[in-house]
């Protein structure tokens, strides 16, 4: 007689916890063969609103470690990902439809991407900022800075790498994110708050919610304590679009990241310096020079 | 301590031309409006009319539009950066040589001193072009990838505060970049922008590179909303800022957005105060205020609080108010009425709310748009002269203990402009300009500008640099991988 196993209940990641919707509601997530695999958490206005306030907690410390130490934290998540790169790629194959081959690639795709990004935390303020000639006896030079609270609306059909790659470049500068995942392919992301909880990042960091796009989205776009909202993973989302985002976004002046194009981009080869710059401020800082 | 008497010593206004009215500058050329209106811009601190200029309706803004990206795709975007440096380079030079003309007529539409428009504005304005000439053949080391492209057609509108000035600062990195231009100055002072135009034309600068056309808020909205801008740059109340983010949104266009601010400046009981004071005073009476980084909240630290607020009264009883063309005015007229309105308002608010208002008695002229320079202590963070961008003369002080409550106080605003911070001690200055949310803060210094620096706010104050390498970015889109 087989054993009856032991399954898992997919909750949200709240300030390093994981709660389930404060609205006690779940929805049910399918495989591309739309084989049922859980009931996740749907993630209300709520719990928005909780996910900012830890985020917002978070991001005075996360901002205040040493670049090295980001940048350790971020290796360390690679670290932990490869561990379990097995169960990653079960469920990427089973949400996305893919090969076990083409699974394990986009896995080890993830990995990659945690490394090249947690090499940047150290460089970012040495490549993005510079000292400035003023005409006159001043000391003066420009650094990028976290934005602050950024929301990321994760890529729709690239359940892990694409959540990977619009994740990372946010929080490797000291920002901290509310993710909200891929409503119909929420289970990597679930899985890789797991990971993150384990791996020293510290909780509010990354905060991830699982629900519907069109009931969640639109209250992080207005969210007054929301500095920046990556919405380039809205493409192909149900109910919404960016560009619905952008304009609730308009409100509070929030910095936005665009999708380049109306289609979800191959992740293979998304990732640059200039994501990270994007949810980044120039600070200017002038002084005198006399002795 | 009482001012000594000078005797007058005015700027003669003979070295301007003003015509007695004005097209719009399209296609290299000045044409009458088909929308057949016109506003009348006058001298602020006389109320004399000084010219009459056309507004430009919808059907003028699809004519300037389209001067541009005819040029954009003949002239202008494929000459190579080398030649467009040049040009650059000429406009530059033209603007030093012209540079008392431009003074005078800045004065003359703005209020400003001309202490003020011949000292900073002007010379500030050649060196923007003069360093952004520079880097039009050099885009490859900006940090935009390989080969960085231009957008295309850059819709400007900018503000009345700096007229020229925020002029170079939208078309130097913009025609850099490689993009042309269409320009909206601000209603009220238009008359720079419009002999800016006639320089171009002696630079020889190819037709629709440059084109500036004047109106009111109305011609602004049409040009920003034109669907063949792809970048647009705006600097003026945060208001406006919010009504152009919603209007860009879901579009292929860019913005960058300079707005408002509500700049703290900080002193310490270490702090140089004779410096400080100097500091204070030209952080919030310097444009009369009219400054969107403006130090207008001084946050004092309460040990030396009555001494400083003292030496600020002295100081400013020694400023000089008045004609702006007298060479020894420190501080001139309100733009226009509607400013002087909105400065009036708020400064009875603050009365209402309970701060307590001096000013230094000021024989103010009896024609024109003045307001004295003013101070109000005992506010509250919670009172709308701490929180509401004034735009004038108008000092707010607050209190603090401890440098966290400074810190606290500082950010406590939704904008993120500028700030600056007063104290001889090295590792305090460090921290505090790490902890303050503000894209420029100066330490032991004030209301300092340089091309080569970048200038931007963080939060509701806007996106986008301006100044420096930061500011050629948003004209780029960028080039190969990195």
Known sequence: MSRVDVRKTYKLFIGGKFPRSESGRTYPAASRRGKFQANVAQASRKDARDAVRAARAAQPGWAGATAYNRGQVLYRVAEMLEERRDQFASQVRAGEGVSSKRAEDLVSAAIDRWVWYAGWSDKVAQVGGNANPVAGPFFNISTPEPTGVVAVIAPQKSSLLGLVSVLAPVIVTGNTAVVLASADRPLPAVTLSEVLATSDVPGGVVNVLTGHTAEVAPHLATHADVNAIDVSGAVGAEGVTWGELEEAAAETLKRVRRPLTDEEPDYANEQSLSQILAFTEVKTVWHPKGA | ?482
């Open chain 2, 1 to 482: 301590m009482t001012a000594f008497d000078y005797a007058p010593a005015p700027e003669s206004p003979s070295v301007v031309d003003i015509a007695s009215s004005y097209g719009l500058f399209i296609n290299g050329e000045f044409t009458d409006a088909a929308s057949g209106e016109s506003l009348k811009t006058i001298n602020p601190a006389t109320e004399e009319n000084l010219a009459e200029v056309a507004v430009a309706g919808e059907a003028d803004v699809e004519r300037a539009v389209r001067a541009a990206r005819t040029a954009y795709e003949r002239t202008w975007g494929p000459m190579p950066g080398s030649e467009r440096a040049k040009y650059l380079f000429r406009i530059a030079r033209l603007l030093a040589e012209r540079s008392r003309e431009f003074a005078v007529l800045e004065v003359l539409d703005n209020g400003k001193p001309i202490r003020e428009a011949r000292d900073v504005d002007i010379p500030q304005a050649a060196a923007h072009f003069f360093y952004y000439a520079g880097w039009a053949d050099k885009l490859d080391y900006a940090g935009r990838g390989a080969a960085p492209r231009p957008h295309g057609v850059a819709a400007q509108v900018i503000p009345w505060n700096f007229p020229l000035l925020m002029l170079s600062w939208k078309i130097a990195p913009a025609l850099a970049a490689g993009n042309t231009v269409v320009l909206k100055p601000a209603e009220t002072t238009p008359l720079t922008a419009l002999l800016f135009a006639d320089l171009l034309q002696q630079a020889e600068l190819p037709p629709g590179v440059v084109n500036i056309i004047t109106g009111a808020g109305r011609t602004g909205a049409d040009l920003i909303a034109h669907p063949d801008v792809d970048k647009v740059a705006f600097t003026g109340s945060t208001k406006v800022g919010k009504l152009i983010a919603r209007q860009v949104a879901g579009t292929h266009k860019h913005a960058t957005l300079e707005l408002g601010g509500k700049a703290a400046n900080i002193i310490f009981d270490d702090a140089p105060v004779d410096q400080a004071i100097e500091g204070i005073v030209n952080g919030i009476y310097f444009n009369a205020g009219q400054v969107c980084c403006a130090g207008s909240r001084l946050l004092v630290q309460e040990s030396i609080a009555d001494e400083v607020i003292d030496r600020l009264k002295a100081r400013l009883s020694t400023l000089r108010v008045g004609d702006p063309m007298d060479k020894n005015t420190d501080v001139g007229a309100v733009n226009s009425a509607a400013q002087l309105k909105r400065i009036t308002d708020l400064a009875e608010a603050g009365d209402a709310e309970g701060a307590v208002r001096w000013s230094a008695p000021w024989d103010l002229p009896t024609k024109g748009y003045w307001f004295p320079p003013t101070i109000f202590t005992q506010v509250a963070s919670a009172h709308r002269i701490a929180r509401e961008e004034i735009f004038g003369p108008v000092l707010s002080v607050l209190t603090f203990r401890t440098p966290d409550e400074a810190v606290a106080k500082a950010n406590n605003t939704p904008y993120g402009l500028s700030a600056g911070v007063w104290t001889e001690k090295g590792s305090r200055i460090l921290a505090m300009a790490d902890k303050i949310r503000a894209g420029v803060v100066w330490a032991n210094t004030f209301n300092k500008f340089d091309p080569t620096s970048p200038f931007g706010g963080y939060k509701e104050s806007g996106y986008g640099r301006e100044g420096g390498r930061h500011g050629l970015l948003p004209y780029l889109i960028e080039g190969g991988t990195q």
